[in-house]
Antibody
Framework: EVQLLESGGGLVQPGGSLRLSCAASGFTFSSYAMSWVRQAPGKGLEWVSAISGSGGSTYYADSVKGRFTISRDNSKNTLYLQMNSLRAEDTAVYYC?????????????????????WGQGTTVTVSS | EIVLTQSPGTLSLSPGERATLSCRAS???????LAWYQQKPGQAPRLLIY???SRATGIPDRFSGSGSGTDFTLTISRLEPEDFAVYYC??????????FGQGTKVEIK
């Protein structure tokens, strides 16, 4: 069964740090890009960060650039999000999601099949 | 920066009715890179549609997507009780690389 399981959320003071983890199973983890998506209480979905299957390319939303770092350990089938300089507005449920993106370099074509697997989420609360 | 605007914010309908949800992009989006998700309270989002019109695995055929350029539509042909939820459109590819709309809530009338 394809599964993603987040952990590492909790209560942290403004300015503090937290590292989220997302353990993947049931698919070839290194073959897929992964994203973090968050949802503030009562609000919509906000894409936060993404990383390629190899880990060689990373992407960030402007709201977290310079504060958050995405990484992955393909030997452990685990995705991470290091969150530093946390603010109250970072309070949210954080989801990891498997990106179904197929790149055909020879044809210079990219096929996007959506975020097809999601974890159950982990809650981050930034408050004093 | 591409902004996705969904309308209406809330859709009040009865089971069996047809739901039409709109997603408008501030710039042209490749239809290949437009997806729709469903989210129920307390649950993670679920992929419904990718490539603007292709249903994800296991998604019933009452869900359909259409559109191109800047205007995209998700249609639920006959609402079932389990379809009352929040729906998000999402684009991939243009700066920022990933963007979600603000969501449309489909509620029971």
């Amino acid at each position: 069964e394809v599964q993603l399981l987040e952990s590492g959320g909790g209560l942290v003071q403004p300015g503090g740090s937290l590292r989220l983890s997302c353990a993947a199973s049931g698919f070839t983890f290194s073959s897929y890009a992964m994203s973090w998506v968050r949802q503030a209480p009562g609000k919509g979905l906000e894409w936060v960060s993404a990383i390629s299957g190899s880990g060689g390319s990373t992407y960030y939303a402007d709201s977290v650039k310079g504060r958050f770092t995405i990484s992955r350990d393909n030997s452990k089938n685990t995705l991470y999000l290091q969150m530093n300089s946390l603010r109250a507005e970072d309070t949210a449920v954080y989801y990891c999601a498997k990106e179904n993106i197929v790149v055909v370099p020879a044809a210079m074509v990219t096929y996007y099949y959506g975020m097809d697997v999601w974890g159950q989420g982990t809650t981050v609360t930034v408050s004093s | 920066e591409i902004v996705l605007t969904q309308s209406p914010g809330t859709l009040s309908l009865s089971p069996g009715e047809r739901a039409t949800l709109s997603c408008r992009a501030s710039q042209s989006v490749s239809s290949s890179y437009l997806a729709w998700y469903q989210q129920k309270p307390g649950q993670a989002p679920r992929l419904l549609i990718y490539g603007a019109s292709s249903r994800a695995t296991g998604i019933p055929d009452r869900f359909s997507g259409s559109g191109s350029g800047t205007d995209f539509t998700l249609t639920i042909s006959r609402l079932e009780p389990e379809d009352f939820a929040v729906y998000y459109c999402q684009q991939y590819g243009s700066s920022p690389r990933w963007t979600f709309g603000q969501g449309t809530k489909v509620e029971i009338k």
